[in-house]
């Protein structure tokens, strides 16, 4: 039992870490594939991808390090990193979820109104000007702007809204529980020992 539960819970963490350097390189690469083909314009928002993506990357990393060598110490600040991970990410996608259309609106609208980057590509990409009315006055990337037939985009961005903040709130829980699964996985493995290694050894 202590063998094969030594190595069932190494050979978990393993995969449950090589399945989240996956994931950070995906991030990563989207992110940097979008910014290349001006997909996305915003510095902000392919920075935070790729900010949260190498944060994930060096966590995974520490894992599956800890989880090879069975390093106490290592193991120790990943499971506690993992849990505070999971405190945020459980806390974001319940509250993905929960969001009423009144909250949504505002959000967007605030969103909308802090970066013009963003407003250019959404209005580029959803050919349409402006929030909530079309000024002509103004500019506008949107192929419907040079004709004066354009509308508003608060309508075509609330109706994708709903459905994206309900796939990333339930993709965000599953993988908050992911995590507390490795947390839990961390912490058993953490406390066997080492069939291979002196018993006089172990703490």
């Not at 083909?37 to 510095?43: A, D, M, P, R, W």
């Not at 354009?150 to 993988?175: K, M, N």
């Not at 953490?190 to 069939?195: A, L, S």
Request: with cysteine.
């Amino acid at each position: 039992m202590g063998c094969a539960g030594f190595t069932c819970s190494k050979h978990s963490l393993c995969a449950l870490n090589i399945l989240y350097v996956m994931v950070s390189l995906l991030m990563i690469g989207i992110a940097a594939w979008g910014k290349w083909f001006g997909l996305v314009s915003s510095f902000q928002v392919v920075g935070g991808i790729i900010g949260v993506g190498v944060f994930l990357f060096f966590v995974a990393l520490t894992g599956l390090i800890g989880a090879m060598k069975h390093h106490q110490v290592l193991l120790f600040f990943y499971m506690i990193i993992l849990f505070v991970v999971f405190i945020v990410q459980f806390s974001v996608s319940s509250a993905c979820l929960a969001i009423n259309r009144e909250q949504q609106d505002h959000l967007l609208e605030v969103g909308w109104n802090n970066s013009k980057s963003t407003q250019r590509d959404v209005e580029k990409s959803l050919n349409c000007c402006g929030f909530k009315h079309v000024d002509p006055n103004s500019t506008c990337d949107a192929a419907c702007f040079s004709n004066n037939f354009c509308s508003p985009c608060a309508d075509q961005i609330q109706e994708h809204a709903g459905d994206i903040l309900r796939f990333v709130g339930g993709i965000g829980l599953f993988f908050s529980f992911t995590e507390i699964l490795g947390v839990w996985l961390t912490y058993r493995y953490r406390n066997q020992k080492d069939p291979r290694a002196n018993p006089s050894a172990f703490l």
